[in-house]
């Protein structure tokens, strides 16, 4: 996954079924384009990600402007935007879900994501033909399962009551007994647009995944499938400057170019130090490659690190697959903007583990970000910060 085959792969030339006179314009232009080195891309994605002074947006704008949150889990969005936002609390969040103002659903990556109401409806149509690529993973345990029917029998059993998924593959199970039951379910949660209803991910409270589909719950129906040039512009801002293939690995999705180039007039043209062209808005914000960015307490999973096919302008290649151990994703720490360490709270700790040695000054840094992370999710919890011991990768 190094950078420099990542740029070969995505030179202008190579990336276009055009005329040798069009390939030849779109490569004079990609070189003449000025280059963003990585610590310039690093402050301006931190900049669009409001890391690198906390933002006053509220929580609903703040969700919508990051294109949701990666909830996997049901702390993470709430660890999200507490190193974001100031003046957060759990509480805003938490409301804004209880409300139905804000969901969770399966959308890009197919990994679950907290959205507006607004995004659900319309992220989610969005990105329905990768989830409809997902379901040919499980052709063999869906032999003989009419797809139709099975999203028809699906959404009136949720819609009559909120279920699990144990009780939609019982359910499905009585209708094609020889499919394979986990399949029968997935099959339902790739085809219907299906929530997460509370108690579950509300903040303090647990509940198990209960599951009904975002119209019944959201009270309206789901907006036609829209182009994704609103979206192209939407991602740039929160995620930009980035590549074809950058929004690509953040939405699960293929062959967004098109959209690129319909833009293309209305955008900015870089290229990073590998030749890959980069797309931005005119006005965003590109502050300079030393701009001062304090640590951060991000949750596992955090989109910061999961939404470009180019990782390197957060996470530093000596450090790349350090937050990951098999499936889990550890909650990670940013000094300096990139990945410095990973964090863990205990039953009285919070446990630092940085990566490299950390200067006196990084060290306090980081216990003031920590005490105030705690303070913010965890008032009147006494928990000490400690450092653990800097292992050599």
């Not at 995944?209 to 979206?231: F, I, K, N």
């Not at 990073?272 to 006005?283: A, I, R, T």
């Not at 001062?292 to 450090?319: I, K, M």
């Amino acid at each position: 996954m190094g950078r420099t085959a990542r740029g070969r792969g995505e030179s202008c030339g190579q990336d276009l079924s055009a005329s040798g006179s069009s390939v030849f314009l779109m490569t004079k232009t990609t070189t003449s384009a000025p280059v963003l080195g990585i610590r310039a891309l690093n402050r301006a994605t931190l900049d669009r990600q409001l890391l690198l002074r906390r933002s006053g947006l509220s929580a609903k704008a703040a969700v919508g402007h990051l294109l949701g949150l990666q909830a996997q889990n049901v702390k993470p969005p709430y660890y999200a935007l507490a190193a974001r936002l100031e003046g957060f609390t759990p509480e805003a969040l938490s409301e804004l879900m209880a409300d139905r103002e804000v969901v969770r659903i399966v959308t890009m990556r197919s990994t679950i994501h907290t959205h507006t109401a607004e995004d659900c409806l319309t992220l989610r149509p969005l990105v329905q033909p990768a989830r409809d690529r997902e379901l040919t993973n499980f052709r063999k345990g869906l032999e003989g399962v009419d797809l139709d029917r099975l999203a028809l029998l699906a959404r009136e059993l949720v819609e009559a009551e909120p279920r699990t998924m144990k009780q939609l593959r019982e359910a499905l199970l009585v209708e094609w007994p020889d499919a394979d039951p986990q399949a029968l379910a997935i099959a339902a949660r790739c085809r219907l647009p299906l929530v997460q209803v509370t108690p579950r991910g509300l903040w303090g409270r647990s509940g198990q995944v209960a599951l009904t589909t975002a119209e019944h719950w959201l009270g309206r129906p789901a907006e036609s499938v829209p182009t994704p040039d609103a979206t192209v512009l939407r991602y740039l801002a929160a995620f930009g400057p980035a590549s074809v293939k950058d929004m690509q690995t953040w939405a699960g999705l293929t062959r967004l170019r098109d959209a690129f180039e319909r833009l293309r007039p209305q955008l900015r043209v870089f290229r990073d130090e590998n030749g890959v062209e980069l797309f931005d808005l005119p006005d965003a914000p590109r502050p300079a490659g030393d701009t001062p960015a304090p640590p951060r307490f991000l949750p596992e999973f955090d989109n910061l690190l999961l939404s470009h096919a180019d990782r390197t302008r957060v996470v530093p290649q000596e450090h790349w697959g350090r937050s990951w151990q098999g499936n889990q994703a550890y909650c990670t720490l940013l000094v300096d903007g990139f990945l410095a360490g990973v964090w863990k709270l205990t039953a009285d700790a919070l446990v630092v583990e940085p990566f490299d040695r950390l200067t006196k000054a990084q060290r306090e840094d980081v216990t003031a970000e920590g005490e105030r992370m705690l303070a913010t999710l965890h008032p009147g919890t006494p928990y000490d910060i400690r450092f653990g011991t800097v292992v050599p990768h």
